[in-house]
């Protein structure tokens, strides 16, 4: 029997035996049910339209239900136009209402219709549910009437009556757009019960900021840090080389609508210092990526290459001191600003010198040259202050941090983004810190804390340990025992100014990524995390597959998915598709490969099952099933000491 103290605490929420046996029905019968469908994305990129797109059409499940509901009952285009309500309601509200042929008894007409086919698949996609949680997900204003509509016996005569009144009451008194916009977000909401997003929701993509707000607005989501999150939460902890890579990444991709619409970051001291320094620099090099157009803050490319390489160069600098300051690191080769000829415009690298694209470096001292100028201090002084002030990206990075983590172990599967560092023969390898050695599980559970020092943690209470955990950001960013970046260095310089040198420009990837793919070695990481590898799997982001060249995402076996499959733009035509979710419901784990998302064109995805389970999952089986068994046997034990008199009953 559970301790004395506690029963007594919980006899508070249940202060008698009826209570009590009434919950552990209610926690019996939800065991029952089957799991819930979980779907996972990875490097999202700032995507906000194409993930907005795939959250509000499951990533083509809801497509799948229609088909699934109706078949031939409904033409395909009649089917499309049903999805497209369901994904869009409001937009598909006010084109039909705006049709001018379209006449009143028409209109009552197709929306009755529409009703009766939302309802329809409303009761497909919450037949997994408790009616009592489908309630609590419905709109308290039309909760009830949603309620009978769905739990109508229609072979009952009487009932089919009161059916059809309750819509044509609806239709009535005009809240039939209201009521459909309802339901569709219900059924939106009801065909994803979790979320879980494989990490890098940042950069690249124009709108990160809207992309945050989306999983904010999410009701059951968690997230594993990518690279390009880290920096962003570096960068708003004050990191100032976070801050500059932040800030190159963004000028070059073209992303002010993010950072001063967005965030409200104001690179207007940064613009101007750009066209004063770089004022006849072509900058070449730095053109930015237009795969997006700013709606709200457009800036002319030849400015945003201005801007781009001033940035850079501040960002070498300020690489190049976090290398001095940290010997642990071990990335003095990455210091290669004092490697420069400036008279000759070479950099000697290895045995070789190179010709650099670019060589007009006005605020390079060759004598010192990570040492920042004047100039360069006061600008990076007030772009620290505009991000660590902006209230928006300090509200998400607060979500960040309480939905997020290195790692996260559901339900059988082991999600991170990146990777855990292994050495050539296959080995967990150590990452060296201030704070000794760790690896494996171990390193992952470290830096999940040194992570949270770095936003949390008081100076006044250890400034130094503060400090170091700042600093550790940048290096969880781009360093080569880093689990999020997995790479042997990052080829920032040579990209700007040896683009040409293809041999340099090359990151060679950890010695995970091929061991990994083999199953004795995702067995490894499994047990190292202390799942079952006969049925759990690793779920990783990070690394774009290329599908067009044959590459498949599921490996080891079945026991390790990769599913960056690009859903970035700028990964398109590496890839050959738009990304991958993949789904897990009671049945089967499917992975479904995006199409570019094309506003107003057909983009449901390809849905291929991957694996079926032995048996349908149901809660009992899942990790919040077995929360609910604990508390099915703390009860029974509140039970046992209400019959024997230890606890008194209270009616």
Not at 132 to 139: E, G, L
Not at 151 to 180: C, P, Q, R, T, W
Not at 502 to 511: D, T, W
Not at 609 to 631: A, N, P, S
Request: charged share 30%; aromatic share 10%.
């Amino acid at each position: 029997m559970r301790n004395i103290e506690y029963l007594r605490l919980l006899s508070k929420e249940f202060p008698n035996s009826r209570k009590a046996g009434a919950e552990i029905i209610n926690l019996r019968a939800i065991c029952a049910l089957p799991k819930g469908t979980e779907y996972f994305f990875s490097d999202i990129h700032g995507e906000y339209d194409s993930f907005s797109h795939l959250l509000r059409s499951s990533s083509g499940i809801i497509r799948a239900k229609i088909e699934e509901t109706f078949g031939n009952m409904m033409s395909e285009s009649e089917q499309l136009e049903l999805a497209n309500l369901i994904y869009y309601p409001r937009e598909a509200i006010s084109r039909y209402k705006h049709d001018e042929t379209v006449s009143s008894k028409i209109l009552h007409e197709h929306q009755k219709i529409a009703i009766n086919r939302l309802i329809a698949i409303c009761r497909v996609v919450s037949s997994k549910y408790t009616r009592s949680k489908v309630r609590k997900k419905m709109p308290v204003d039309y909760a009830y009437a949603i309620d009978e509509l769905l739990h109508l016996d229609m072979n009952d005569a009487n009932k089919k009556l009161y059916y059809n009144e309750i819509i044509s009451g609806i239709i009535e008194i005009d809240s039939a757009d209201a009521f459909v916009i309802a339901l569709c977000e219900l059924i939106q909401n009801l065909t994803i019960d979790s979320l879980h997003i494989i990490g890098d929701i940042f950069d690249r993509g124009p709108r990160p900021d809207l992309v945050m707000e989306e999983l904010m607005n999410f009701h059951d989501v968690d997230i594993q840090w990518g690279n390009h999150d880290i920096d962003w939460m570096g960068a708003a902890c004050g990191n100032t080389a976070c801050i500059a890579n932040v800030l190159r990444i963004g000028t070059s991709y073209n992303s002010f609508d993010a950072l001063e619409d967005g965030y409200g970051i104001n690179l207007r001291p940064l613009s101007m210092f750009a066209a004063e320094v770089y004022g006849d620099d072509p900058c070449d090099c730095f053109k930015p990526h237009l795969l997006d157009e700013n709606k709200y803050d457009s800036v002319n490319p030849d400015l945003a290459a201005k801007m781009c390489k001033a940035i850079s160069i501040i960002q070498l600098k300020l690489e190049g001191q976090l290398i001095k300051k940290h010997p642990e690191y071990k990335l003095e080769e990455r210091l290669l600003l004092d490697k420069i000829d400036y008279k000759n415009g070479t950099i000697h690298i290895g045995k070789k010198d190179y010709k650099l694209n670019d060589t007009n470096f006005p605020t390079i001292d060759p004598k010192n040259p990570y040492e920042l100028t004047d100039e360069e201090k006061e600008l990076m002084r007030t772009l620290r202050l505009s991000f660590v002030h902006s209230q928006l990206l300090i509200k998400h990075v607060q979500f960040l941090y309480s939905h997020g983590a290195m790692y996260r172990a559901i339900n059988n599967n082991l999600l991170y983004h990146g990777c855990i560092p292994m050495d050539e023969k296959g080995k967990f390898i150590c990452m060296e810190t201030r704070d000794g050695k760790f690896s494996g599980k171990e390193l992952m559970d470290y830096l999940n804390v040194k992570i949270h020092d770095a936003f949390f943690l008081d100076p006044r209470d250890d400034a130094d340990k503060k400090q170091d955990a700042v600093d550790l950001m940048w290096y969880l960013w781009s360093g080569p025992r880093s689990p999020l970046f997995g790479k042997d260095k990052m080829t920032t310089f040579e990209h700007l100014f040896l683009k040409n040198e293809k041999e340099l420009c090359v990151e060679n990837f950890n010695p995970y990524y091929s061991f990994s793919a083999k199953e004795e070695y995702a067995d490894k990481i499994l047990k190292e995390f202390g799942l079952d590898p006969e049925w759990a799997h690793i779920i990783n982001g990070h690394v774009p597959v290329k599908t067009k060249k044959g590459e498949s995402p599921v490996k080891a076996g079945g026991k390790l998915y990769i599913i960056d499959g690009g859903i970035s733009k700028a990964y398109h035509e590496q890839t050959g598709i738009a990304g991958y979710t993949l789904i897990f419901n009671s049945h089967h784990l499917a992975l479904a490969a995006h199409k570019p998302y094309i506003k107003g064109q057909e983009n449901t995805p390809t849905i291929q099952i991957t694996e079926k389970t032995k048996k349908r999952i149901l809660v009992r089986d899942t990790d919040i099933g077995k929360t609910l068994q604990k508390q099915i046997e703390d009860l029974k034990d509140l039970l046992s000491a209400y019959e024997s008199g230890i606890i008194r009953e209270k009616y």
